[in-house]
């Protein structure tokens, strides 16, 4: 039996181009989540373009104004986070199901604020993961995989580190240290592929402006879309929600496991 392997990608902070992004999902077929903040330093996407994004893409909250929320208090941080909830769900006339602190930054207290504000996931930007979700204060954490932007192996290196990711170190050393992240990217979806797990791209829109990537985004979605009747395309949420579901299954059947040892 084939392991389990999916494919996800995110992209945060609603600028305009976003809808680039989505064009481009669009013809490659790949899902995608977009992390949207009310306002944030960058130029974010109207209420109207907020709306058409969600007639075919999941849309996450990002809090209301692009918050380090490890800098807020917490009253300032729950406005922020159930707060954006309330304003996108106001917009789209949907759940909002998945969150993403902005800079990748939150600490146990987000966690649970962002459960008891009612959001079932949270997108970290833990890179070179090919992990499934897993369950931390209550909700499900996502981490990801590659970002669509030309970082040096010292990035990676110190983001495994501040993590205590050996795996993702290990990979690392595996799948090579270039900048070409294209051509790392195809090579850690040939590892999930292998192995299982879940593949997830993301990044920023205006970063692939600035830093003139959009052919490689074009690049790797067309690859990524090579393998998706091997494993399939999916939004954060679903993600999430089908690794949830493979968990609630090991839970229930785990009791009846000791049960069975109790009496024996």
């Known amino acids: 039996m084939n392991p389990a392997v999916y494919i996800t990608t995110s992209w945060d902070d609603g600028h305009p181009l976003d809808l680039r992004v989505a064009e481009l999902l669009t013809k490659h077929r790949i899902s995608g989540t977009f992390y949207i903040p009310r306002i944030a330093e960058n130029e974010t996407m109207s209420a109207v373009h907020i709306r058409q994004l969600s007639l075919t893409f999941e849309i996450g909250a990002h809090t209301l104004r692009h918050a380090d929320l490890t800098r807020a208090t917490e009253q300032q941080a729950w406005q922020e986070i159930a707060g954006s909830k309330s304003w996108l769900e106001d917009n789209i006339g949907q759940p909002c199901r998945m969150f993403c602190p902005p800079k990748g930054k939150y600490s146990r207290r987000t966690l649970e604020a962002v459960r008891r504000a ?147």
């Not at 920023?204 to 830093?211: F, K, P, Y």
């Not at 690794?243 to 609630?248: L, M």
Request: with cysteine; aromatic share 8%; charged share 20%.
């Open 118 to 264: 009612g959001f079932f996931g949270l997108r970290s930007v833990e890179l070179l993961s090919l992990d499934f979700p897993r369950r931390q204060a209550g909700i499900m954490l996502l981490p990801t995989t590659i970002q669509a932007y030309p970082h040096g192996s010292l990035a990676f290196a110190k983001n495994a580190v501040k993590r205590m990711a050996l795996k993702n170190l290990l990979r690392l050393m595996t799948h090579g240290r270039s900048t070409d992240w294209p051509a790392l990217a195809r090579s850690l979806l040939h590892e999930s592929l292998r192995y299982g797990g879940v593949f997830h791209l993301w990044g920023h829109s205006w970063e692939l402006q600035a830093t003139a990537q959009w052919h490689h985004l074009d690049e790797a979605l067309r690859f990524m879309s090579e393998f998706t009747s091997q494993a399939p395309s999916l939004t954060n949420g679903q993600i999430c929600q089908r690794a949830s579901s493979r968990s609630a299954h090991v839970d229930e059947t785990a009791p009846k496991v000791h049960a069975i040892r109790s009496e024996l």
